[in-house]
């Protein structure tokens, strides 16, 4: 079982360059979710799904897009980078749709946007 | 006001001591309570799930009072490896699946 799989672990962009983070789960996990972590603001949402097909916003979405067309991927699409999307993004799955288990993350993607 | 509140530290305490974390919460609808461990530069995990008769795991101690929507995490006789991030998670009821983070209380156990 390898749990929840991100890639790539590292990346840096230029502004306006567009990318994919890939988000994979080996559990059959109806939720999904990425955040993203900053220094001194904690974990924040950006757009979670509770199942194939049902994708919606999190607390900070702008700049982002997702899609969840299978059970077992939730890739999280950068449209044009700033460099105030420079920060740790964690992808991350749960059991329950209705947010009741506990989470499952990912081992984290540090991107730079320069 | 932030949906979830902590207090973000740190907390610098000596080995063997008792240190308390609280959390606050905006939603009194919120159904589902959890508190992570994130050690630097790694991903959260789940320390424990708190409910809502208060549950004890080894030195950790999870209480809620949803009366004065918090939850609190006492650890007791703390040890240098007990020096990490500390997250209280919030799960809304009525917000289909959205689990809510604290930003966090950072604990730094010294010899």
């Known amino acids: 079982n390898a749990g929840v799989t991100q890639t790539p672990k590292f990346q840096v962009l230029k502004t306006g360059q567009s990318m994919t983070l890939q988000c994979a789960q080996d559990?059959?996990?109806?939720?999904m979710s990425w955040y993203r972590q900053d220094p001194g603001m904690g974990l924040r949402l950006i757009h979670y799904?509770?199942?194939?097909?049902?994708?919606d916003q999190g607390e900070v979405p702008n700049g982002y897009n997702v899609s969840r067309s299978t059970t077992e991927d939730f890739p999280l699409r950068l449209l044009s980078a700033a460099p105030s999307q420079t920060s740790v993004y964690f992808c991350?799955?749960?059991?329950?749709?209705?947010?009741?288990?506990?989470?499952?993350f990912g081992n984290g993607t540090r991107l730079t946007v320069t | 006001r932030k949906e979830v509140e902590q207090d973000p530290g740190p907390f610098n305490v000596p080995e063997g001591a008792t240190v308390a974390f609280n959390c606050t919460y905006s939603?009194?609808?919120?159904?589902?309570f959890f508190w992570y461990r994130q050690d630097c530069r790694k991903e959260p995990k789940l320390l424990m799930s708190?409910?809502?008769s208060g549950n004890e795991d080894g030195r950790f101690t999870a209480q809620l009072n949803r009366a004065s929507q918090y939850i609190s995490l006492l650890i007791r006789d703390s040890k240098l490896s007990d020096s990490a991030t500390y997250l209280c998670?919030?799960?809304?009821?009525?917000?289909?699946?959205?689990?809510?983070f604290g930003q966090g209380t950072e604990l730094s156990v010294k010899p």
């Open positions: 991350a799955s749960s059991y329950s749709r209705q947010g009741g288990s506990p989470l499952h």
């Open positions: 559990m059959n996990h109806e939720y």
């Open positions: 799904s509770v199942g194939a097909g049902i994708t």
């Open positions: 939603n009194s609808a919120s159904q589902s």
């Open positions: 708190v409910y809502s």
């Open positions: 998670v919030v799960t809304p009821w009525n917000q289909g699946g959205k689990l809510i």
